[in-house]
């Protein structure tokens, strides 16, 4: 019984082994580089012709922007998050003063509790 679960342990040691080797595609080194190629590629793509800038303009575009930020997803959370609090600090700014101050003075008083 020993030698069954030492070899067990073997072997899922060796599987474990080979599986990091092979996810390359994981790896930020691989995948920021290609991010950049993408979005240079579809740049490229939309001022090299213009044929092609009326017909695919979309489909290059969307393609464009949406694979690289699944590519560099820690950067796009990142990004949503900043997008988000931009947006939010525009809005409280458009606001006129008076409902400015209290908002502002809402917050005070929430964080003395």
Do not use: C
């Not at 342990?9 to 595609?25: H, I, M, Q």
């Not at 796009?76 to 939010?88: K, Q, R």
């Amino acid at each position: 019984m020993d030698s069954n679960q030492q070899d067990d342990s073997t072997r899922f040691a060796a599987d474990l082994e080979a599986k990091k080797g092979s996810d390359w595609g994981d790896r930020w080194w691989v995948r920021y580089p290609l991010a950049v190629g993408i979005i240079i590629a579809a740049v490229w793509l939309l001022e090299a012709n213009p044929k092609m800038r009326e017909m695919n303009q979309i489909l290059i575009g969307a393609s464009g922007i949406v694979y690289p930020l699944i590519l560099m997803r820690e950067l796009s959370g990142a990004l949503i998050v900043a997008a988000i609090a931009y947006w939010f600090f525009g809005i409280v700014a458009a606001l006129p003063v008076g409902v400015a101050i209290i908002i502002g003075a809402l917050i005070i008083a929430n964080s003395r509790h």
